[in-house]
């Protein structure tokens, strides 16, 4: 078997493990509900090239964008468009993984309660202050 026959082979299995751009671009298409063209359209490349970029590791948090610089000049994509999807797959992944607990929402919703009522002081019922 040829490395050209392999590549479509090697790239979904990349898809399986988190440290490979096929993982990302695998977990994109599904939460965005992508085809592959839906991706290459995307990316504005060929399928192979998409293959190609599935079996490279994904860019490391300390050097992100030295990272994502070096796959878009390798492949000749948007610098732009692929830190997007991994930014989005990254949030999206981190926020299923913790998911919001009680005491966040409790929170959340105390926050965006309105504090007018907090600062005033109570008024009688002809609306002096007390």
């Known amino acids: 078997m040829s490395i050209e026959q392999a590549m479509p082979l090697l790239a979904r299995r990349a898809e399986s493990d988190p440290r490979f751009m096929g993982w990302i671009l695998a977990r994109y298409c599904q939460m965005e509900k992508l085809s592959m063209n839906d991706l290459t359209r995307i990316l504005a490349c060929t399928k192979e090239t998409v293959d190609r970029?599935?079996?490279?590791?994904?860019?490391?948090?300390?050097?992100?964008?030295?990272?994502?610089?070096?796959?878009?000049?390798?492949?000749?994509?948007?610098?732009?468009?692929?830190?997007?999807?991994?930014?989005?797959?990254?949030?999206?992944a981190a926020i299923s993984e913790k998911g919001p607990s009680k005491q966040s929402m409790d929170g959340l919703l105390m926050a965006a309660r309105p504090k007018k009522h907090l600062h005033k002081k109570p008024r009688d019922k002809g609306g002096k202050s007390t």
Not at 77 to 84: D, E, G, K, R, T
Request: include cysteine; aromatic fraction near 8%; proline fraction near 5%.
């Open 53 to 92: 970029l599935c079996i490279c590791f994904r860019p490391r948090a300390e050097n992100f964008s030295s990272g994502i610089r070096l796959l878009a000049e390798k492949f000749i994509l948007s610098p732009i468009a692929l830190a997007q999807i991994v930014r989005h797959v990254d949030a999206t």
